[in-house]
C-alpha cells in the first residue's frame, strides 16, 4: 500500500509560481514510477508530467516551457514546479504511483498506468 499526500496548491494571479509537492509513504522501493496529473471542472484528467524509476523527468507539451517536475529520493517527494501560471491552470492537482510499473523512459502520461492516487491539491490561478 502505497499513500500520498499532495500539498502547495492555493490561489494566485496569473504569472506567478507554485511549487506543489507530493510525499509518498509505505513502499520500499526508491525507484518508483509517477505522475502528475490535473482536472479541472467538467472536463478529464490530464496527464502534467511524469518521472521514471531512474529520476529522468518529463512534462506534457502544452506545459513544457513552464512546469518542471523532479523528485527528492531521499525525502519520497514528488514535485512539480509551476511557473507563469495562467488561468487555464485552474484545476485540482493529483500526484500518482505505481511501484510495480515497468516505467518508461521520462515516466508515464497515462493515468490508469498508476495504482496509487493522492488526495489532490486545488490551485486557482486568478487573471
Known amino acids: 500500500q502505497v499513500h500520498l499526500a499532495e500539498s502547495g496548491g492555493g490561489s494566485v494571479q496569473a504569472g506567478e509560481s507554485l511549487r506543489l509537492s507530493c510525499v509518498a509513504s509505505g513502499h520500499t522501493k526508491s525507484n518508483v514510477c509517477m505522475g502528475w496529473f490535473r482536472q479541472a471542472p467538467g472536463k478529464e484528467r490530464e496527464a502534467v508530467g511524469s518521472i521514471d524509476g531512474d529520476g529522468r523527468p518529463s512534462v506534457v507539451d502544452s506545459v513544457e516551457d513552464r512546469f518542471a517536475v523532479s523528485k527528492d529520493s531521499a525525502k519520497n517527494t514528488l514535485y512539480l514546479l509551476m511557473s507563469s501560471l495562467k488561468p487555464d491552470d485552474t484545476a485540482m492537482y493529483y500526484c500518482?504511483?505505481?511501484?510495480?510499473?515497468?516505467?518508461?523512459?521520462?515516466?508515464?502520461?497515462?493515468?490508469?498506468?498508476?495504482?496509487?492516487w493522492g488526495q489532490g491539491t486545488q490551485v486557482t490561478v486568478s487573471s
Open positions: 500518482a504511483a505505481n511501484p510495480d510499473l515497468i516505467c518508461p523512459y521520462g515516466g508515464s502520461w497515462v493515468a490508469r498506468d498508476y495504482e496509487y
